[in-house]
């Protein structure tokens, strides 16, 4: 179990240190040309049609088609734990939320010097200097609800991020499902507050560049190995909790015989590995700790037997200092500073 620990305790600093790095936005230097240009948006003569979301069906009535080219400085995901009005309303067309800056907002390095935030249907933007929020342009900022019924939308918006620059293509629209929901949509960038933001049935999308790098993938792998050895250890911890007297009898002996060696006290030692042999013949290390002992106290037959023992169940022969018999009394004096003597291997076996 100790390296299980270790692999736990190094999971989660990965886990720390990737989230870190797989968050942040891009430099000016690294933004797509593309997003200088202004979302294209034309008026459609189009019927309303249906989709199927999970449950209900939609209805989707198509105002503008819509053209937009963005740098995700903050995003919700609606199927969060948090979330709790897509649950109310039953809507599960709308897959994710993403506000996007562009423009005059990304030619210069104003997009870095601001907070951005989302909520369920709202994305919040700040800044503590005035010169700054002067300079932001906050018609060329958008929150945008996002709907697809396509499964390979879906996955390419939910495994998007901050920092990621991107290209949405689709429908400005009003939707609504067969259970009483309904929604708008803004058709222009200049409101603010309730029912500012843009209502987007996807057709197209596109990343244009992501931010991160290979550290979203490290954070990703570094999650399932933290959780995976954290189940371990809990598993173990459980399993120890519950398990037979006979297993704890074993460990406690072990535990009892380390002592005893610390102390110098040899043979109380090897009356506790007996006791441990005893309840559980097949562990290898007892035998080899066993031998350790023996040939401390100078009876390297016995020891020879023991390790023969041990590599039979399939244990390594340890490696056992020659001045192991006059390292017994010099333990004895250093015991209280926990002084470890040499036939202990680093388990303290």
Request: aromatic share 10%; proline share 5%.
């Amino acid at each position: 179990m100790r390296h299980v620990k270790i692999a736990c305790l190094l999971f989660l600093i990965l886990l720390l240190v990737s989230w870190y790095l797989k968050t942040g936005l891009p430099a000016p230097s690294a933004i797509d040309p593309r997003l200088l240009a202004e979302p294209v948006q034309e008026r459609l003569e189009m019927q309303p049609f249906t989709v199927r979301g999970e449950h209900v069906d939609y209805t989707i009535t198509p105002l503008y088609s819509y053209d937009l080219h963005g740098l995700v400085v903050s995003c919700h995901d609606t199927d969060g734990m948090f979330d709790y009005y897509h649950d109310v309303w039953g809507d599960t067309l709308n897959v994710k939320d993403l506000c996007v800056v562009w423009g005059s907002n990304v030619e210069s390095d104003i997009y870095t010097k601001l907070s951005y935030s989302s909520g369920s249907y709202t994305c919040y933007v700040s800044s503590s200097d005035s010169a700054t929020w002067s300079a932001f342009e906050q018609s060329r900022l958008s929150n945008n609800h996002l709907l697809t019924d396509d499964p390979r939308i879906a996955s390419a918006l939910r495994n998007t991020d901050v920092g990621d620059q991107v290209r949405i293509r689709g429908y400005l629209a009003q939707y609504s499902h067969d259970q009483g929901f309904e929604r708008g949509t803004s058709t222009t960038r200049t409101d603010t507050g309730d029912g500012a933001c843009e209502t987007i049935f996807v057709t197209d999308y596109d990343v244009l560049a992501r931010f991160g790098g290979p550290w979203r993938t490290i954070h990703s792998a570094s999650i399932v190995g933290f959780l995976g050895t954290l189940l371990l250890l809990a598993g173990w911890f459980v399993y120890r909790l519950f398990a037979p007297e006979s297993l704890n009898d074993v460990e406690r002996f072990v535990d009892k015989a380390t002592r005893c060696a610390e102390h110098g006290d040899l043979n109380g030692a090897l009356r506790m590995l007996a006791k441990a042999i005893e309840r559980n013949p097949y562990r290898p290390d007892i035998f080899n700790a066993r031998a350790a002992v023996h040939e401390a106290l100078g009876d390297p037959d016995a020891a020879d037997n023991d390790r023969r023992r041990a590599s039979d169940l399939g244990g390594e022969q340890p490696f056992v200092t020659p001045a192991a018999v006059q390292e017994r009394d010099v333990s004895r004096s250093r015991a209280h500073a926990g002084y470890r003597p040499p036939w202990l291997d680093e388990d303290g076996h």
